[in-house]
């Protein structure tokens, strides 16, 4: 009886080796794949706000609703690429702002609140730095004085916001036009 219990132990012992190197392993492989792609850093607006103060950077703005397709089609194809994360990590704080939010948000020293509009709605400060122009989605820059830069209202697969954001990102926009730089650049202009 005795033996038995032993040789329990054992193969208890053995399966409690075996689930740790099958998790250690899991866990290993997991890591090694997540690295492949970065992911995007997204902030809140006054994390954003907050940084700008002590670490300068432009904000980019995503504008998005929950009912907005093509919003999920910028989230699935545009921001899990390796250049635009990696641009809007080191050159941005980039912010990711539901337009039909529902809390209040200070930004500027201004309350900014949910405006109830038939059965859904808009947020003030998304119609604020939308200049009124309510389309989704939108991406929204701003200078490192929270001063709109520009939005640009439409869906943009990686291919085409690549550029833009170096156009912006690189401060080209203060110098020359956007098709000058895209000629230097070697880049169509549509």
Request: charged share 20%; net charge neutral; glycine share 6%.
């Amino acid at each position: 009886m005795r033996n038995l219990d032993m040789n329990n132990k054992n193969n208890f012992r053995s399966i409690g080796i075996i689930f740790s190197i099958v998790f250690l392993l899991t866990a290993f492989t997991s890591n090694v794949f997540a690295q492949e792609k970065p992911l995007v850093k997204w902030y809140t607006i006054e994390e954003a706000q907050e940084l700008v103060k002590t670490q300068p950077r432009k904000i980019y703005i995503d504008m998005f609703t929950d009912w907005c397709g093509w919003c999920k089609v910028m989230d699935q194809k545009t921001f899990t690429d390796e250049s635009i994360a990696k641009q809007l990590n080191t050159d941005y704080y980039a912010v990711k702002f539901d337009a039909e939010g529902k809390e209040n948000v200070n930004f500027r020293n201004q309350t900014f609140k949910f405006v109830a509009q038939g059965s859904r709605g808009y947020h003030e400060l998304a119609a604020a730095l939308m200049q009124g122009k309510m389309s989704y989605p939108t991406s929204v820059f701003l200078d490192e004085n929270l001063n709109v830069i520009s939005p640009l209202p439409g869906y943009y697969p990686p291919e085409k916001l690549d550029p833009i954001l170096q156009f912006i990102g690189g401060d080209y926009y203060k110098t020359t036009n956007y098709e000058q730089f895209l000629a230097t650049k070697g880049g169509a202009t549509n």
